[in-house]
T-cell receptor, first 113, second 116 residues
Framework: GEDVEQSLFLSVREGDSSVINCTYT??????LYWYKQEPGAGLQLLTY?????DMKQDQRLTVLLNKKDKHLSLRIADTQTGDSAIYFC?????????????FGQGTTLQVKP | NAGVTQTPKFQVLKTGQSMTLQCAQD?????MYWYRQDPGMGLRLIYY???????DKGEVPNGYNVSRLNKREFSLRLESAAPSQTSVYFC???????????????FGPGTRLLVL
């Protein structure tokens, strides 16, 4: 079945770049997503990438997609303490887009001042 | 717009008790979802509803039932709570279209449930 894997924890210093990695199994997913969860809150969509793209940039965020290796990454430039949160990657469940998502375990990003 | 709202925010139950978690959205979305979040396991889909009047099982449906009361409301019921159901429960909604476009799910703030 479909599966999404992430490392659980990343610690960086303020001002450094953060790179959060994710691997997924369903090669038919049309979109892949990054969600952010701040303490005590629900998830919010951070960014997404269409599966026929290799890269997407949105201000401080860069998403890289390697379809051959089924590897997705999120780079946050100039990481700030406000970026401390849990980051989830997600892919569509099942073949094609069905509306349901499979989430990874989440990567806790700790930003030290 | 309030977005997705959930009640209650916190709940403590004894084993065997029942309760219903409420969820409502005011974005006129067709699809609604219930997830549970456990440490190191991410979010797992319990049930979802693609439209009013339909529900379907997700990855971990055992011990739960759902009701899509109308387009706005989607409730999750625990008939006989067990300690293994201690978790944080999130409701989400989306305007999924198979034609095009990414899936943006909007999440509620969560219900923290402790079963003793």
């Amino acid at each position: 079945g479909e599966d999404v894997e992430q490392s659980l924890f990343l610690s960086v210093r303020e001002g450094d770049s953060s790179v959060i990695n994710c691997t997924y199994t369903d090669s038919s997913s049309t979109y892949l997503y990054w969600y952010k969860q701040e303490p005590g809150a629900g998830l919010q969509l951070l960014t997404y990438i269409f599966s026929n793209m290799d890269m997407k940039q949105d201000q401080r965020l860069t998403v890289l997609l390697n379809k051959k290796d089924k590897h997705l990454s999120l780079r946050i430039a100039d990481t700030q303490t406000g970026d401390s949160a849990i980051y989830f990657c997600a892919e569509s469940m099942g073949s094609g887009n069905t509306g349901k998502l499979i989430f990874g375990q989440g990567t806790t990003l700790q930003v030290k001042p | 717009n309030a977005g997705v709202t959930q009640t209650p925010k916190f709940q403590v139950l004894k084993t065997g008790q029942s309760m219903t978690l409420q969820c409502a959205q005011d974005m006129n979305h067709n699809s609604m979802y219930w997830y549970r979040q456990d440490p190191g396991m991410g979010l797992r889909l319990i049930y979802y509803s693609a439209s009013e009047g339909t529900t379907d099982k997700g990855e971990v449906p055992n011990g739960y039932n759902v009701s899509r009361l109308n387009k706005r409301e989607f409730s999750l019921r625990l008939e006989s709570a067990a300690p293994s159901q201690t978790s944080v429960y999130f409701c989400a909604s989306s305007e999924f279209s198979s034609l095009a476009g990414p899936e943006t799910q909007y999440f509620g703030p969560g219900t923290r449930l402790l079963v003793l």
